[in-house]
């Protein structure tokens, strides 16, 4: 579904934040990338979102280049970012059925589909009030929401536990399952080793923009947890 | 829906007024949208009433002709000036990129709709200026019926030519910009370098067609504007539209928009996302050394931080620092071209000594200083970091005082290079020039107090887009206008007294007054602090 290779990127005075990054996630997959802060994470999840502009390398979405052919790739993903900037000025219901439209949801589905996350999210008696008066949990619900409202084939996430109240955290790793078990390619990041260790099926962990290790959790734990795992990998960079 | 329209729609929804009053429960925030909406109608009532009056001076003197002219030119260089300084972050660097960009939308659908956006909020300016010019030419020249609504239809259009010129440049400078290490340096300083070649280029353009036979004030202006409707081909289409009922003029500036349009989003959506992943981006040197660090009062803190605000945002800094920037060219200047050479071209040669105009120097510099006071638009600018203030352990009063400190460390040391150019190229005595400064230094004053007072209470967080408080801003507006016109007024005024009174009793006055003003507005400042 994802597939990124020899993919770079260096910002104003030709140092790279991400050198030959090459991985991909398949249908079904929960890949995690983890790695320390400025690592390279959120670099490369902005290329693959079409984002972040790119010249070396190639990414892959359901066959279509990012490159040349964004909106084929973005019909297929969603995005959370880490600190989702919403409208302000809009309610949550008005954004939540902007993102509806533009992906061409009916009526009676992107009903369904809202009253349940927003259920399950317990956002439903807010979705009325302007996103501007949510808290930073309740916002990141809301880009949560908008997300799924279109039920992608990949789903990006960068950081999407922080801010999350421990019920929305379940909530959204109940809901991540779910859709790996439909076939839904996942691929995010984070810091909380203990998550990646339970929800991801295979793990990557990027340092100072190289990819240091790589497989499936059985490949790379090796017995071990993952956090011994990402330890000695690192030490041994 | 088509995507764009619905993009558009979106963006017009979360900046509306309306949508806030409806859903918010925060009479607060109602409260002063309800007083910014009454502060705009005052502003757009005093362009209203200038464009009513200059029609009828038209009327009178038998020149209601030049008024489609002259309305035609007047939106197209509001529309491109105002587009040019809004361009860098409404078109780029704009806070829901990501959001945006992670959508299905393509890259010029993002760049178009964020340029109709622009075009739709500056709108009401636009209209204000046509619709009462196109009221005072129906009393004077009583056209046919079947003006009025060619007249309003092709009005909605004329903005779109500069409009889209001034987006294209913004894009152009961008583009270079993305090139540079340092892109907001040097996307600040090319801004800089097109907005003065643009007021170059309309002295230059007004030069050309003036004549110096010419004796009639007004009969000048009747043939600069039909002069300038040669040059600049649209304001002569929607005269001819005007004037002759010509449809193919209206065709052709309709058609010529439209296809500007397609033509110049075309070419800005191939190279969006690589210029704003080039401006969002900061390259990353992790080699840093820990040197010795500087202890700063808090209130020297404050006005540190503002200087870091104003040098890390390039819409920040070109609206905030154009005045200065021009009033240290127009010292310059002076200083090359001479004083006198300088006045007789702006006046047209009139015949008078421009040693009268001495005691007005200090508001001649002050038109420019006074542009724009960042205090005005700096407590808004905090917008979600305003947390950070907030909770620390400082009074407001100080926070106040460290932004109104900043406004004076920039317009201090302009106004004085300035005048005292100014003062040496007109040969003004050593003690006026001493007085003059020391004019210069409370206006200043007067404009970093007033400044902060229409900030503090007209301050705005929640905006979206950081524009929309440096340009678009009930404070900056409130600040602005009434600043700009009133000074007007008194250059004229020190001109007219001048010629009555000794010039340093004049200035000594006229000193007095300002401090007092200053005095009482910092008064007001930090009463507001204390709520």
């Known amino acids: 579904m994802l597939e990124i290779r020899n993919y770079s990127k260096s910002y104003g005075g030709g140092k790279k934040a991400v050198d030959d990054v090459s991985l991909s996630v398949m249908g079904g997959d929960i890949f995690g990338f983890i790695g320390h802060n400025g690592a390279g994470k959120s670099t490369t999840i902005r290329a693959v979102v079409g984002v972040l502009d790119f010249t070396e390398g190639e990414i892959t979405i359901d066959g279509h280049s990012v490159k040349h052919e964004p909106i084929a790739c973005k019909r297929v993903t969603a995005y959370i970012p880490d600190n989702p900037d919403l409208y302000e000025n809009l309610t949550g219901i008005q954004y939540l059925n902007f993102i509806a439209d533009v992906f061409g949801i009916g009526a009676a589905e992107r009903e369904a589909r809202i009253k349940k996350y927003a259920d399950l999210f317990e956002i439903t008696d807010a979705l009325g009030d302007l996103i501007g008066s949510y808290s930073h949990g309740m916002k990141q619900k809301a880009a949560i929401i908008s997300a799924l409202i279109h039920e992608p084939k990949l789903l990006v996430l960068d950081e999407p536990f922080v801010g999350l109240d421990p019920k929305a955290t379940f909530t959204l790793k109940e809901i991540m399952r779910e859709m790996c078990q439909k076939g839904t390619a996942i691929f995010f990041s984070t810091h909380v080793l203990d998550v990646a260790e339970k929800l991801c099926n295979k793990v990557a962990i990027i340092k100072h923009g190289r990819i240091i290790a790589s497989g499936t959790m059985e490949e790379l734990t090796e017995g071990h947890s993952l956090e011994e795992a990402f330890l000695e990998a690192d030490g041994n960079e | ?531």
């Open chain 2, 1 to 531: 829906m088509n995507n764009g329209w619905l993009l558009l729609r979106t963006l017009l929804l979360s900046t509306s007024w309306r949508n806030i009053l409806r859903f918010s429960g925060d009479k607060k925030k109602r409260r002063r949208i309800i007083g910014n909406a009454v502060g705009f109608a005052v502003v757009y009532a005093m362009l209203v009433a200038l464009c009513v009056a200059m029609c009828v001076g038209y009327g009178k003197f038998g020149i209601i002709g030049a008024a489609p002219v002259m309305c035609a030119l007047m939106i197209s260089a509001m529309a491109f000036f105002l587009t040019l300084f809004k361009t860098n972050g409404y078109l780029f660097h704009f806070r829901e990129y990501d959001m945006l960009m992670s959508l299905p939308f393509s890259s010029a659908t993002v760049a178009g709709c964020k340029f109709l956006y622009m075009y739709v909020k500056s709108l009401p300016w636009h209209m204000s200026i046509s619709l009462a010019m196109m009221i005072g030419y129906g009393w004077f020249a009583h056209p046919p019926v079947a003006v009025y609504p060619l007249w309003i239809a092709l009005s909605l259009f004329l903005p779109g030519i500069p409009m889209l010129a001034a987006a294209f440049l913004g894009f152009l400078i961008a583009r270079i910009s993305a090139g540079f290490k340092r892109t907001n340096i040097v996307q600040t300083v090319l801004t800089f370098i097109f907005v003065i070649f643009c007021f170059s280029l309309r002295f230059i353009i007004e030069d050309i067609f003036r004549n110096d036979k010419v004796q009639s004030t007004l009969l000048l202006a009747s043939q600069l504007t039909g002069g300038a409707a040669k040059v600049y081909l649209p304001a002569g289409w929607f005269a001819d539209a005007i004037t002759k009922t010509s449809v193919s003029d209206a065709l052709l500036l309709v058609g010529v928009t439209m296809l500007l349009f397609t033509a110049v989003f075309a070419i800005v959506g191939r190279s969006y996302r690589n210029i704003n992943s080039a401006l969002k981006s900061h390259a990353a040197a992790k080699n840093y050394r820990m040197t010795a660090q500087r202890k700063r009062s808090v209130i020297h803190a404050i006005a540190h931080k503002e200087f870091r605000r104003l040098m890390g945002s390039t819409a920040y800094m070109v609206n905030g620092a154009m005045g200065e920037v021009l009033a240290a060219l127009l010292g310059l200047g002076t200083l090359i071209i001479g004083f006198d050479r300088i006045v007789k071209t702006v006046t047209n040669g009139a015949p008078f000594q421009s040693s009268i105009l001495q005691p007005a120097i200090p508001f001649i510099v002050y038109f420019f200083i006074g542009m724009m006071s960042t205090t005005a638009c700096s407590p808004s600018l905090e917008g979600k970091n305003y947390w950070i203030l907030q909770s620390l352990p400082i009074e407001k009063k100080a926070v106040y005082q460290g932004k109104m400190l900043f406004n004076m460390w920039l317009t201090v040391p302009f106004m004085a290079f300035s005048t005292l150019c100014l003062c040496v190229s007109a040969r003004v005595p050593a003690l006026n020039t001493a007085l003059y400064l020391l004019l210069g230094v409370a206006l200043c004053a007067f404009s970093t107090a007033w400044g902060c007072v229409c900030g503090v209470r007209h301050m705005r967080l929640d905006w979206e887009n950081e524009i929309e408080v440096i340009k678009q801003g009930a404070a900056v507006a409130i600040y602005l206008l009434p600043n700009m016109f009133v000074v007007m007024g008194l250059v004229v005024l020190m001109v007219v007294l001048g010629m009555r009174m000794d010039h340093r009793l004049l200035t000594l006055i006229m000193t007095l007054i300002a401090g007092t003003l200053a005095a009482l507005s910092y008064a007001r400042v930090m009463a507001l602090a204390k709520k």
